[in-house]
């Protein structure tokens, strides 16, 4: 049974930082695509950042570029989400997502999904 647990979301002031952990189990994470998203209310869910299986390639919504780093620690099964300069549009639920075949930034394109974690940031 594949299973995706994040956490590290919270509430932080605009500015802050927050490292955003999601820990896999059940399949073979270092041949997986590994994504995040984020959504609000109403709204759908939107690919924020993935990494390739090595960690080497990244891929970022413009929203986010600059601010934010994904990253990946194979030997664990963990991939990360380090955000910086946290601004109060971020706020959202946060997702990990996996991919068995390939990157993309496709919501519907995931295989696996964690259950999320509540990132809230006041201005």
């Known amino acids: 049974q594949v299973q995706l647990v994040e956490s590290g979301g919270g509430l932080v002031q605009a500015g802050g930082s927050l490292r955003l952990s999601c820990a896999a189990s059940?399949?073979?994470?270092?041949?997986?695509?590994m994504g995040w998203f984020r959504q609000t209310d109403g709204k759908e869910r939107e690919f924020v950042a993935g990494?390739?299986?090595?960690?080497?390639?990244?891929n970022y919504a413009d929203s986010v570029k600059g601010r934010f780093t994904i990253s990946r620690n194979n030997a664990i099964n963990t991939v990360y989400l380090q955000m910086n300069s946290l601004k109060p549009e971020d706020t959202a639920v946060y997702y990990c997502?996996?991919?068995?075949?390939?990157?993309?930034?496709?919501?519907?394109?995931?295989?696996?999904w964690g259950q999320g974690t509540q990132v809230t940031v006041s201005s």
């Open positions: 059940g399949l073979t994470f270092s041949s997986n695509y």
């Open positions: 997502a996996a991919n068995r075949a390939k990157a993309t930034t496709a919501e519907y394109e995931y295989d696996y």
């Open positions: 990494v390739n299986w090595s960690g080497w390639i990244t």
